[in-house]
């Protein structure tokens, strides 16, 4: 089935750099999401994006919806230990089912202290 | 709010034994759930789509007659694994949403249940 292509597949960082991960598509989406999933539990939602080139912040996390509408980036700023986990980003296609999310690879990220 | 439990968190059974899992919206009413699966190390991957009250919508390779999906009220949806085998030993991930908001609106996701198939 369709998928998003997530990179880089796996980081690991020092505490207090900057942390940057992208996520493409072959074919035009209508939302970007961004979710962080600690080991053995559901994804949390991070940020939402829904029209073509919106930069939106959510605390030390900044995400941006590409103009292209096939891809997004996620930034993290000044990482912390607790940054830890995977991120996924996930979007619905368009034309698709407007309840339906199609999820990326995902990006594990470890902090070191 | 918009909290969504999963029971079990954990489940081991045998080859061949039936599993439900439960998916509960505990404080709104989801007019829709969702079911995933998720291999280790591997993204999420949709297996299926239900209403309350209506037949679930299955993704294209997914087996109805192995995985049973029943939404029966606005708060529970329940997915059984019918005569489960080790290959179906996976994370799986209920979601809701209360279709208020208009399109896209936003899934909340369980805590994830962990079937492992002896």
């Known amino acids: 089935g369709q998928q998003l292509n997530q990179s880089p597949q796996s980081m690991f960082i020092q505490e207090g750099e900057d942390v940057s991960m992208n996520c493409t598509s072959s074919s035009i989406f209508n939302t970007w999401l961004w979710y962080k999933q600690d080991p053995g539990e559901g994804p949390v939602l991070l940020i939402a994006l829904y029209k073509a080139g919106e930069l939106t912040s959510n605390g030390r996390l900044t995400a941006q919806f590409g103009i292209t509408r096939k891809d997004s980036f996620l930034n993290i700023s000044a990482s912390i230990p607790s940054d830890v986990g995977i991120y996924f980003c996930?979007?619905?296609?368009?034309?698709?089912?407007?309840?339906?999310?199609?999820f990326g690879t995902g990006t594990l990220l470890a902090v070191q202290p | 709010g918009a909290v969504v439990s999963q029971h079990p968190s954990w489940v081991i059974c045998k080859s061949g034994t039936s599993v439900k899992i439960e998916c509960r919206s505990l404080?709104?009413?989801?007019?829709?759930m969702f079911w995933y699966r998720q291999f280790p190390k591997q993204s999420l991957m949709l297996m299926a789509t239900s209403n309350e009250g209506s037949k679930a919508t299955y993704e294209q390779g997914v087996e109805k007659d192995k995985f049973l999906i029943n939404h029966a009220s606005l708060t529970l949806s329940t997915l059984t694994v019918t005569s489960a085998h080790p290959e179906d030993s996976s994370f799986y991930i209920c979601s809701a949403n209360t279709g208020e908001g208009g399109d896209y609106n936003e899934q909340f996701f369980g805590p994830g249940t962990r079937l492992t198939v002896l």
């Open positions: 404080d709104f009413q989801a007019t829709t």
């Open positions: 996930a979007g619905h296609p368009y034309g698709g089912a407007t309840n339906k999310l199609i």
